[in-house]
């Protein structure tokens, strides 16, 4: 592991101009990806800003049915939060399909969706990797392909993202808050985070040097009947081959709005706005549903590797959300 200096500073303010002082800076959660990389030989900062005393770790209401959430709180505890778990089941059932129970006490809400790719490849670094060293290639392509893109992916890069939460985010319509050199600035969820298109090796539109200080849950009342649904290859401490997070209003049997993100399929978290359009209007049925995954899922593109591909991600992902749209509509019932 490199050497690297460390600060631990009590604001937001001061992290935010040490590390945009310094390009080969970075900052700090709960560290369970980073100090990961440091050991990988993936990251090799020269500076490490620890921000857990820098930003909130409480969760507040807006006053309006939303919920802000500081970046420095455990995913543990979001988790746990009673008005998490009454109006946004989505979100703590997200949080508790993944990693362990010691890991959620550590990683932060901020920290989570900045996850990297757990690509094989990228974590290998005597592999080449365009996510890890532009134009060196990608060993993906052609190669262990089980976990990779379906949507979205391009000739650079196949990689997934690996965020359960950021899945379920995505779906909420939530809101990032973040601080940088230049001030502070709300960003979309769903814009937070990249496609690879020509520069696999930026995951997301932040600045170097910006910072998230907190994640805002807008008021929707549907989102109290919502569900996270995760398909992998054990049934704990797995990252997802596919995964589903909707939320939907469904009166006298036809779908009247509909709020729906993949995990597992592509270089971010996928938000399916063509399958939510298709099912506005939609009876509440199975046909219903596999429709509006066929029309979402039009334009997926399976890999080839030398473990069989990924095509089966097509018809696990249909299902998927079939299954977790029909659950969902019982309970509106």
Not at 17 to 39: Q, Y
Not at 159 to 172: C, I, K, N, Y
Not at 203 to 224: N, Q
Not at 287 to 298: M, N
Request: proline content about 5%; aromatic content about 4%.
């Amino acid at each position: 592991m490199k050497p690297f200096a460390y600060q631990a500073p009590g604001d937001a303010a001061t992290a935010v101009r040490s590390v945009a002082a310094d390009p080969a800076a970075v900052f700090l959660g709960g560290g369970t990806n980073l100090v990961d990389h440091l050991k990988l030989g993936v990251a090799a900062p020269d500076l490490i800003v620890d921000v857990t005393a820098a930003t909130s770790n409480e969760i507040t209401d807006d006053g309006a049915g939303g919920l802000r959430i500081g970046a420095a709180v455990p995913n543990s505890e979001l988790a746990a939060d009673r008005r998490v778990r009454d109006r946004y089941p989505v979100v703590a059932q997200a949080l508790l399909s993944g990693a362990s129970g010691q890991l959620r006490n550590m990683a932060t809400t901020g920290g989570n969706p900045l996850q990297r790719t757990r690509c094989v490849y990228f974590q290998d670094v005597t592999t080449p990797c365009n996510k890890r060293k532009s134009g060196s290639g990608c060993s993906a392509i052609g190669g262990y392909t089980r976990y990779h893109a379906i949507l979205g992916a391009s000739e650079q890069c196949i990689a997934t993202h690996p965020s359960d939460l950021a899945v379920a985010l995505a779906a909420l319509d939530a809101e990032v808050r973040v601080l940088g050199a230049a001030g502070e600035r709300g960003i979309p969820f769903v814009d937070l985070h990249r496609l690879p298109g020509e520069h696999p090796e930026l995951d997301t539109v932040l600045e170097h040097g910006e910072l998230i200080l907190s994640i805002d849950l807008p008021p929707l009342p549907m989102a109290a009947r919502s569900a996270y649904r995760k398909v992998r290859d054990r049934a704990s401490y797995a990252f997802a081959l596919v995964s589903v997070a909707a939320a939907v209003d469904v009166a006298d049997g036809i779908v009247r709005d509909a709020r729906i993100a993949f995990g597992g399929v592509a270089h971010k978290p996928w938000r399916a706005t063509k399958a939510e359009e298709s099912l506005r209007g939609a009876p509440a049925s199975d046909d219903s549903y596999r429709a509006a995954a066929q029309t979402e899922l039009a334009g997926a593109q399976a890999q080839d590797g030398i473990d069989g591909g990924n095509a089966f991600k097509i018809l696990l992902l249909t299902r998927t959300l079939v299954a977790t749209l029909r659950d969902l509509a019982h309970e509106e019932t």
